[in-house]
């Protein structure tokens, strides 16, 4: 009797065993399914290294920038002491700053030629490009002619169904001495 007990406690102790095992594998019960697994590897953990410190580098210059803006702002203010209230009813119209004319009008037209020679620049740059592409087109619309007539001429046939020679021949001494050129 006590033989029987022991082997019935051993038993049950495997059977724990495996079925802790089991469960621990994913087994009967408490498995993932194969789509929450899936579902589970996909899903992003939370934890990018990379990208935290991206965002860390971001802050950080955004603030420094910041400060540089708060710290540039009072020398602007100090600088040009014109409010727009002044500027409007014309009161300070001998402190305002006082163009010189001609440089404006050399400006202007300085800027008027660069921007005349970039556009024709432009222009230059279209017309060669429309060019090449016109130049490219017909070398394919030529070499597909002629792949078109090598191709009727290789299945011409003489009057008993025999392919003609002549043309195939032709084709391979054209070839051979296309390859002793290069």
């Known amino acids: 009797m006590k033989a029987r007990e022991r082997d019935d406690r051993d038993d049950g102790k495997k059977r724990d065993y495996k079925a802790k095992r089991q469960q621990r594998l994913g087994g009967k019960k408490g498995g993932l399914s194969l789509e929450a697994f899936s579902k589970a590897k996909s899903m992003p953990s939370g934890f990018n290294p990379s990208l935290i410190k991206k965002q860390r580098e971001f802050y950080k210059n955004a ?3 910041k400060k540089y803006k708060k710290s540039v702002e009072p ?10 209230q002044a500027f409007e009813e014309g009161e300070n119209s001998e402190s305002l700053p006082k163009h010189n004319k001609k440089k404006r ?12 020679r970039k556009r024709q620049e432009k222009e230059r740059e279209k017309l060669e490009r429309e060019a090449m592409m016109k130049a490219k087109k017909e070398a ?16 011409k046939k003489t009057r ?11 084709h391979i001494l054209d070839g051979l001495l296309d390859s002793e050129k290069k």
Request: no cysteine; net charge positive; aromatic share 4%.
């Open 105 to 116: 009008r050399q400006t202007l037209e300085n800027l008027k030629e660069e921007s005349e």
């Open 75 to 84: 020398h602007n203010h100090q600088n040009h002491p014109l409010t727009a």
């Open 160 to 170: 008993s169904g025999q392919p003609v020679m002549k043309y195939r021949i032709q």
């Open 63 to 65: 603030k420094v920038v």
């Open 140 to 155: 394919i619309e030529k070499a597909e002619l002629k792949r078109k007539a090598m191709r009727g001429n290789m299945f």
